[in-house]
């Protein structure tokens, strides 16, 4: 940590790119002064509260990386800070987020509990006092909404899908909450991909990527889930492990640094695209109808800036006739940051209220943003004001019958 720190000159240009110090304004929110904080720290040999209060402010954005005119890997910073100021948590604090990050992440491996955790969902949002309750932790209110109108079985239907002819042969990520909640968005890059001439492998028994362990700090056990999900997307004859979640890209693609250099870990790494990126790579063969309509492109955190993905998401979607996309305006993060819209709800609402704003201003009432957090984020701050879809459901939706 200490040499990744002294690369810092205190400059200050990340102060611009910080969503949390745009909200607080207070130094010790944002990249330059969380550095400060942790070199403090390691100096006294103590953790603070006071530390610990500001790296879990921290949304993990990674918008500071490329702003920082010095290359300081605050990404590689935050990620040991997590897991330092997570040892250090009392018990009670590390088994109840322990639970919350496993909850999530298993729930691909649930499938047969989604009918009872629907009745629950339901009953959550009658209920005045439970609704109240929710109401404040604005995603987690949204996911439980979200689970009371899936199809129990939705996320178990996708299965491996190969075309004649094909132009390429994929491995499928179907995620782990995303595959409940947002089961469509396989199916729809099943289509898409199938549309295009590439085939598309779907192994049984994936589980989720890591990401909400790692962003919780719980390293050893996202370095169990990586080695877990490399072993399960092992498939020969494939171009590309492909992902339509920006937040499992980001996460598959720091596999080699998270598993110290495995062979494996790297090779798997150096695979992985998102599906946009990947599509990007072909000129289209797929026929897509005519959609006369404005659409606004919100750039997910973990795709443009820790995955350096940005036109290939727009390059893509004007394979649609008549589709008019603009860049969503405002600050580029709505808040989301895996957990972070339930770890800390007030924080992120505010972060996302200025993104909020500038989508109404458009009157533009149709998102597309490729990361399921940020789907859940934006759909709970927008409420029914604006519809939020994923570019490769949007791609599925033009194609030609």
């Known amino acids: ?51 610990r209060t500001h790296i879990d402010r921290c949304i993990g954005c990674e918008a500071c990386v490329p702003a920082c005119p010095s290359g300081v890997r605050y990404d590689q910073l935050i990620d040991i800070a997590r897991r330092v100021v997570n040892d250090g948590r009392s018990p009670a604090v590390g088994v109840a987020r322990a639970v919350v990050t496993t909850a999530f992440a298993g729930a691909a491996k649930v499938g047969s509990l989604v ?13 005045p006092l439970m609704r109240r309750s929710l109401t404040r932790f604005g995603s987690l209110n949204a996911v439980m909404q979200q689970a ?15 075309v004649a002819n094909e132009r390429g042969r994929v491995v499928l990520l179907t995620g782990c ?7 469509e968005v396989n199916t729809a890059t099943v289509r898409v991909l199938n ?6 492998i779907v192994p049984r028994e994936q589980g989720c990527c890591g990401a909400l362990e790692s962003h919780a700090g719980r390293h050893q056990a996202a370095k169990r889930r990586a080695t877990h999900l490399i072993k399960a997307l092992k498939v020969p004859g494939v171009d590309a492990v492909v992902t339509n979640s920006a937040g499992c890209g980001a996460m598959m693609k720091g596999y080699g640094d998270l598993l110290d250099g495995d062979v494996d870990a790297v090779r798997f790494a150096g695979s992985v695209l998102d599906v946009m990126e990947y599509l990007s790579r072909f000129e289209s063969i797929a026929h897509y109808g005519e959609m006369e309509r404005s659409v606004l492109y919100h750039d997910p955190c973990h795709l443009a800036f820790a995955q350096g993905i940005h036109a290939e ?3 893509v979607l004007e394979r649609i006739p008549g589709l008019k996309v603009e860049l969503a305006g405002g600050p580029n993060c709505c808040g989301a940051g895996g957990l972070y819209s339930i770890m800390q709800p007030e924080l992120a609402r505010e972060i996302g209220e200025a993104k909020r704003d500038a989508i109404l201003a458009t009157k533009i009432d149709l998102i597309v943003s490729g990361n399921p957090g940020c789907a859940i984020q934006l759909s709970s701050l927008l409420a029914e004001q604006a519809e939020v879809v994923h570019p490769v459901s949007l791609l599925a939706q033009a194609l030609a019958p």
């Not at 009371?148 to 190969?162: G, K, N, V, Y």
């Open 115 to 127: 009918a009872p955790t629907q009745a629950v969902a339901r009953w959550s949002t009658r209920a």
């Open 148 to 162: 009371a109108t899936i199809h129990p079985q939705a996320h178990l239907a996708l299965d491996t899908s190969l």
């Open 1 to 51: 940590m200490k040499a990744l720190s002294a690369a810092c000159v205190h400059c200050g240009f990340c102060l611009a790119a910080c969503p949390t110090y745009a909200v607080t304004g207070m130094e010790n929110d944002s990249p330059r002064g969380r550095i400060w904080l942790l070199t403090d720290a390691a100096s006294r040999g103590e953790l603070s509260l006071k530390v």
């Open 177 to 183: 909450i995303s595959s409940v909640l947002f089961g």
């Open 195 to 200: 549309a295009e001439g590439i085939s598309v």
């Open 313 to 315: 998401p727009l390059a």
